[in-house]
């Protein structure tokens, strides 16, 4: 499993995966909007054979009413397949990482449906989001949403290793030899 920052030519995917996993659909142009906005915050999770199978999109709240810079999740979604893996977690996490060392985000927030245990468990539990008020009607079938907040430590210096996987892909990317493959070169010399 990889995680990378996302690409213009994922947001299909990306829009394809949220279709199969919410009920919270959106139009393509909304993806376009937050990858143009904030292209470091978003991320996807691709399985080994490059197939996106989770995504998290987020972006920076602009102009804040309470005045502190803060992101928001707009959605987070992994295919039912590749749940249960850590895979939604690494995905928060790295946009979290990013809020803090491009905008200095002291929180991120987000909404969850009232009905959905699942997400709540993810959210609370895991995550460590607490629920910071009640949004009546909020969803367009006129469910009401928890706001949910989860403060961000000022640096992620300690707080999250990056995965050689990660590296690795960045780096091919890039099209520099990645470190597993340098190693084993110098090895065989």
């Known amino acids: ?85 850590g895979l939604a977690q690494k995905l928060m996490d790295q946009a979290s990482r990013a809020m803090v060392e491009s905008f200095k985000a002291e929180y991120v927030s987000l909404h969850v449906r009232k009905s959905n245990r699942a997400a709540l468990h993810l959210y609370t539990n895991t995550l460590k989001f607490e629920i910071s008020e009640i949004e009546p009607k909020y969803y367009a079938d006129g469910e009401d949403a928890y706001a949910m907040k989860r403060k961000l430590p000022k640096s992620y210096s300690d707080e999250i ?26 090895n065989a010399a």
């Not at 994922?10 to 993806?31: I, V």
């Not at 590296?167 to 493959?181: M, Q, Y």
Request: hydrophobic share 35%; proline share 6%; glycine share 6%.
């Open 161 to 186: 290793e990056c995965s050689i996987e990660t590296v690795a892909g960045s780096l091919e990317h890039l099209e520099i030899e990645p470190p597993a493959k340098i190693l084993h070169s110098e």
């Open 1 to 85: 499993m990889n995680i990378r920052c996302a690409r213009p030519e994922d947001l299909m995917n990306m829009q394809h995966c949220n279709l199969l996993c919410l009920p919270e659909n959106y139009q393509m142009k909304y993806y376009f909007y937050h990858g143009l906005s904030w292209p470091q915050l978003s991320y996807v999770g691709e399985a080994s054979n490059g197939k996106i199978v989770g995504y998290v999109l987020a972006k920076m709240e602009e102009d804040p009413e309470d005045a502190i810079p803060h992101g928001h999740i707009t959605s987070l979604a992994v295919k039912r397949s590749y749940r249960r893996l």
